[in-house]
T-cell receptor
């Protein structure tokens, strides 16, 4: 029973390029969450998606960042025109049902470490 | 806005000791609280989830308690082992997302 799979594990981009981060949730999970972890900081919520729907994107920067979770295939977090400040670890988590009111625990992937040079 | 604080930021104990990690949160309107461990360069591993109606959860040598009204949770680790060395994160869920603390970095010395 594979866990949450994220790829690539490490991604290096030059300023101005695009970064695409992929997340395949655990089997049977239809709820996906993206978090960002900066050095010496806690995890910060970015976006919550269900299949084909964005439920909550209140933590997502308004520009350059977008996320999708299509009917088929992994969830994608896309960062356009990356800047050095985007360098961070990006984690994806999934759950079987919505956390409210079902109290479904979150299961995390190993993250994608993005370095912008 | 929900703020989650974890004290201490770092802790070093000899193998075999029992220890307590603390987590506090500012808004008691939560649905649940989850404790995770994170190993260097890795993702988060779920340890325990406590629903708002519960006061504690146990798994092996781990016991987590929740006092929602006072905005506090503790993670108790019994008979610590070197393999317990990691960063422990507490997260609270008031709705569609978890708010995380910055973690307690635990080192268990053999």
């Amino acid at each position: 029973n594979a866990g949450v799979m994220q790829n690539p594990r490490h991604l290096v981009r030059r300023r101005g390029q695009e970064a695409r981060l992929r997340c395949s949730p655990m089997k049977g999970h239809s709820h996906v969450y993206w978090y960002r972890q900066l050095p010496e900081e806690g995890l910060k919520f970015m976006v919550y998606l269900q299949k084909e729907n964005i439920i909550d994107e209140s933590g997502m920067p308004k520009e350059r960042f977008s996320a999708e979770f299509p009917k088929e295939g992994p969830s994608i977090l896309r960062i356009q025109q990356v800047v050095r400040g985007d360098s961070a670890a990006y984690f994806c988590a999934s759950s079987t049902r919505s956390m409210v009111p079902n109290n479904s625990p979150l299961h995390f992937g190993n993250g994608t470490r993005l370095t912008v040079t | 806005k929900q703020e989650v604080t974890q004290i201490p930021a770092a802790l070093s104990v000899p193998e075999g000791e029992n220890l307590v990690l603390n987590c506090s949160f500012t808004d008691s309107a939560i649905y649940n609280l989850q404790w995770f461990r994170q190993d260097p360069g890795k993702g988060l591993t779920s340890l325990l989830l406590i629903q708002s109606s519960q006061r504690e959860q146990t798994s092996g040598r781990l016991n987590a308690s929740l006092d929602k009204s006072s905005g506090r949770s503790t993670l108790y680790i019994a008979a610590s082992q070197p393999g317990d060395s990691a960063t422990y994160l507490c997260a609270v869920n008031p709705g569609n997302q978890f708010y995380f603390g910055t973690g307690t970095s635990l080192t268990v010395i053999p």
